[in-house]
C-alpha cells in the first residue's frame, strides 16, 4: 500500500490546487457578471456558471481538505475513548467510507445520464450538463478514494493520513 502513497497525495494535492483556480475562476466571472451589469452587456448563464464553479471547488477541495486535517472531525469523542480511539477512528472513516463512495456513485451515475441524454442547462446558454458536472462527479470519485485510503491505512497501522497542514489556524 506504501507505492500508491505518493500518487495518492499528488492526486489530492493537484485536485485541491485545481478547487482554488475554480474559486479563482469564480471570482472573475462574478466580476464579469457585476461589469455586464453596469454596461448593460449581456452575460448569459452567468449565474449557472458561478454555481458550477462553486460545486466544481467544493467536490474538487474535499480529499485534500479531509488528509490536511480542515474537516471539522469528532476529536472530543475520539479523545473520550483512550486507549480505543483507533475503533472510534475505524467507526467514523467506515462511515464516511459509505457516505461518500455513495454520493460517488450516483454523481458519476448523474453525469452518464446526463451525457447520455444529452441534457442541457435551463439558461440560454444550453450548455451540456455532463461538461459542468464532471469536475463535481471527479471530486466525489477522488473524496471516496481518500476515505477509503484512510480506513486501509488506519486498519494496517491504527494511524490516519491526516496531517495538519503549515499555516493553518490548527498549528
Not at 478547487?19 to 457578471?33: D, G, K, N, P
Amino acid at each position: 500500500m506504501a507505492f500508491l502513497r505518493r500518487p495518492l497525495d499528488a492526486a489530492y494535492l493537484v485536485a485541491g490546487y485545481v478547487a482554488a483556480a475554480c474559486m479563482v475562476a469564480l471570482l472573475l466571472v462574478i466580476v464579469l457578471q457585476m461589469a455586464a451589469r453596469w454596461t448593460g452587456a449581456p452575460f448569459p448563464g452567468s449565474s449557472e456558471y458561478a454555481g458550477y464553479l462553486m460545486a466544481s471547488s467544493s467536490f474538487l477541495a474535499f480529499a485534500h481538505a479531509l488528509n490536511g486535517g480542515a474537516h471539522i472531525r469528532v476529536g472530543l469523542m475520539l479523545n473520550a475513548l483512550g486507549r480505543w480511539r483507533w475503533i472510534g477512528e475505524i467507526w467514523c472513516f467506515a462511515i464516511g467510507t459509505a457516505a461518500s463512495s455513495y454520493v460517488a456513485f450516483y454523481a458519476v451515475k448523474l453525469v452518464w445520464w446526463s451525457w447520455k441524454l444529452g441534457d442541457v442547462s435551463q439558461g440560454q446558454d444550453e450548455t451540456p450538463l455532463w461538461i459542468p458536472q464532471a469536475p463535481f462527479a471527479f471530486g466525489a470519485v477522488l473524496f471516496a478514494i481518500c476515505f477509503i485510503d484512510n480506513l486501509l491505512t488506519i486498519l494496517a497501522t491504527r494511524r490516519d493520513n491526516i496531517r495538519v497542514l503549515v499555516g493553518t489556524p490548527l498549528e
